[in-house]
């Protein structure tokens, strides 16, 4: 079974740039989530899709983070414009149903300079 | 909501010894507590998983114990190898969208 895939695996832009990130999730996994991971800490959730609407995006910074999961597939998140404080690993990951396991992808390892 | 603590932040074995890391949780709803490793340049994998309505879970050289009216919990690791050596994260959640992940324990096994 093919794993949560990201792309891409590392991303450097300066400050007031944009950037976005693309997760294709488990097949047949109905939620999907984006996670942020500053060096040090757990993730913390951004935004978590079931099927391709927007169940819970209370922690998502909304001025300038964004998320779409058109087809209930796969996702992007975007950043526009970025700050230095959003250097992190995005996280995506998804599951069949929204309890028990979260299954990782090995994220994008964002650089803001 | 939920507040994970996670101790300790690194932890350095000997090979074959044990590690034993631990956590409380603030919430009593939760009833989800997984534990995931995170080697470099990964995403967290899931090791093992406890729900509220069992004390203890093992496989093979990993076992979870789970004290519900304390709120914490511990993950142990037997005969430490080096490829045991990554970043270790406890979580506890309802669902998945309430997780709440420790800040991580760094486990280092010398050979």
């Known amino acids: 079974e093919a794993g949560v895939a990201q792309s891409p695996r590392y991303k450097i832009i300066e400050k007031r740039q944009s950037v976005a990130f693309w997760c294709n999730p488990i097949?047949?996994?109905?939620?999907l989530y984006w996670y942020q991971q500053i060096l040090g800490q757990g993730p913390k959730l951004l935004i978590q899709f079931q099927n391709n609407g927007v169940v819970d995006d209370s922690q998502l910074p909304k001025d300038r983070f964004s998320a779409e999961r058109l087809k209930g597939v796969d996702s992007t998140l975007k950043i526009q414009p970025a700050k230095l404080e959003d250097s992190a690993v995005y996280l995506c990951?998804?599951?069949?149903?929204?309890?028990?396991?979260?299954?990782f992808g090995q994220g994008t390892r964002l650089t803001v300079v | 909501g939920e507040n994970v603590e996670q101790h300790p932040s690194t932890l350095s074995v000997q090979e074959g010894d044990s590690a034993v890391i631990k956590c409380t949780y603030s919430?009593?709803?939760?009833?989800?507590f997984p534990w995931y490793k995170q080697e470099l340049g990964k995403g967290p994998q899931l090791i093992i998983d406890?729900?509220?309505?069992?004390g203890e879970k093992k496989d093979q050289r990993i076992a979870v114990t789970l004290n519900k009216t304390a709120k914490h919990f511990s993950l142990h690791i037997t005969e430490t190898q080096p490829e045991d050596s990554a970043v270790y994260f406890c979580?506890?959640?309802?669902?998945?969208?309430?997780?709440?992940f420790g800040a991580g324990t760094r486990l280092t096994v010398k050979p």
């Open positions: 979580a506890a959640s309802i669902r998945i969208n309430d997780m709440r």
């Open positions: 406890i729900r509220s309505n069992v």
């Open positions: 919430d009593s709803a939760s009833n989800y």
């Open positions: 097949s047949g996994h109905a939620t």
């Open positions: 990951a998804s599951s069949p149903r929204d309890v028990g396991e979260a299954f």
